[in-house]
């Protein structure tokens, strides 16, 4: 029976042949196609502009109906997204601007990660979260699905 080592050389080999070759071994998630992750991040930059405006009209277009968002804290609450119009104050009610996304899309499902920055009232300083929005394609358009909203802090990293 042939020592350890040797039964694993012919694998070796193998993979010193294609790494010689110039192939390269990678690993990564599919790319989506570019209109599309396009798609998903213009309905997620719409969002944050409906939710900053309080628009009802575009929260119908742009919301699945039973849409959820997990809201910080000390105890995190999971509440409906479309009672957070009737709450002032709470994630909207002031301009907020997309500062940076990174989505991933899978068939009819997209996560974006989702950088957002706002203005300090009286303190004319920015603070800005983290989010994490679930999209699901519903009608060949992409509505919000689930919302993980991170912690507000002020920008530049200070906390």
């Known amino acids: 029976m042939p020592s350890r080592p040797t039964r694993r050389l012919p694998g070796l080999l193998i993979l010193l042949a294609l790494l010689a070759g110039g ?38 277009r742009l919301v699945s109906p039973a849409a959820t968002m997990l809201l910080p804290g000390r105890e995190a609450r999971l509440v409906p997204v479309r009672v957070l119009l009737g709450i002032p104050g709470v994630r909207g009610g002031g301009e907020m601007r997309v500062v940076r996304t990174d989505a991933r899309l899978d068939r009819g499902t997209a996560v974006v990660r989702v950088i957002v920055a706002r203005q300090v009232p009286d303190a004319g300083t920015e603070e800005e979260t983290l989010d994490h929005v679930t999209l699901v394609r519903s009608d060949s358009a992409w509505r919000v699905a689930h919302v993980v909203a991170g912690a507000w802090r002020r920008r530049g990293g200070a906390t």
């Open 23 to 60: 192939c390269r071994l990678e690993v990564r998630a599919p790319d989506a196609v570019p209109a599309e992750t396009a798609a998903v991040e213009a309905a997620v930059t719409a969002w944050y502009a409906a939710s900053a405006a309080r628009d009802t009209v575009a929260w119908e």
